[in-house]
T-cell receptor
Framework: QKEVEQNSGPLSVPEGAIASLNCTYSDRGSQSFFWYRQYSGKSPELIMFIYSNGDKEDGRFTAQLNKASQYVSLLIRDSQPSDSATYLCAAQRGNTGFQKLVFGTGTRLLVSP | DTAVSQTPKYLVTQMGNDKSIKCEQNLGHDTMYWYKQDSKKFLKIMFSYNNKELIINETVPNRFSPKSPDKAHLNLHINSLELGDSAVYFC????????????FGDGTRLSIL
């Protein structure tokens, strides 16, 4: 079992719809969770991070964390064609100065005009 | 201003050669990382340095030798390059406080002929 699992997709949504990206993790010691967006040929770019159970909103993006279910999600409201990219979920564990980020394989999102 | 910069952007070389990739960050972070992203886009940590000290070594072949001359720089030297080393190598940095995100450089695309 991979430490961080994501459906590879592609997830196809029409412009203006809500895109829902999901991620599960196996290590209960994971403390913080990150969503990165990666366009083809580019580097990962931080979208959001969350470390408390519940929802965290930032503009069109909402991250959700459920530690009991070991589940993290990212909702993108009013999806735009420019949101088409691979979304990487990552779980972080460790202490100060000794932290490790484990990535999922990413979900490819396609937003059609 | 580039936060995490790595050079070169592209590296094309023959099997058996030795090559180096350099990384610098101007974010004042204490921790730097090297990641490898393979052809299936899986991003995996290779090394982590905190204040010039090696913290994480993810069972990477000893042909790969990282060096951190100071906490703003982390270089990667690869000896006797093999076909399987072809990948994109990303440098990243972060604060060493728990829960802080990592910021990535633009990547170095290494192609072995």
């Amino acid at each position: 079992q991979k430490e961080v699992e994501q459906n590879s997709g592609p997830l196809s949504v029409p412009e203006g719809a809500i895109a829902s990206l999901n991620c599960t993790y196996s290590d209960r010691g994971s403390q913080s969770f990150f969503w990165y967006r990666q366009y083809s040929g580019k580097s990962p770019e931080l979208i959001m991070f969350i470390y408390s159970n519940g929802d965290k909103e930032d503009g069109r993006f909402t991250a959700q964390l459920n530690k009991a279910s070991q589940y993290v999600s990212l909702l993108i409201r009013d999806s735009q064609p420019s949101d088409s990219a691979t979304y990487l979920c990552a779980a972080q564990r460790g202490n100060t100065g000794f932290q490790k980020l484990v990535f999922g394989t990413g979900t490819r999102l396609l937003v059609s005009p | 201003d580039t936060a995490v910069s790595q050079t070169p952007k592209y590296l094309v070389t023959q099997m058996g050669n030795d090559k180096s990739i350099k990384c610098e960050q101007n974010l004042g972070h204490d921790t730097m990382y090297w990641y490898k992203q393979d052809s299936k886009k899986f991003l995996k940590i290779m090394f982590s340095y905190n204040n010039k000290e090696l913290i994480i070594n993810e069972t990477v072949p000893n042909r790969f030798s990282p060096k951190s001359p100071d906490k703003a720089h982390l270089n990667l030297h690869i000896n006797s390059l093999e076909l399987g080393d072809s990948a994109v190598y990303f440098c990243a940095s972060s604060s060493d406080r728990v829960g802080q995100p990592q910021h990535f450089g633009d990547g170095t695309r290494l192609s072995i002929l």
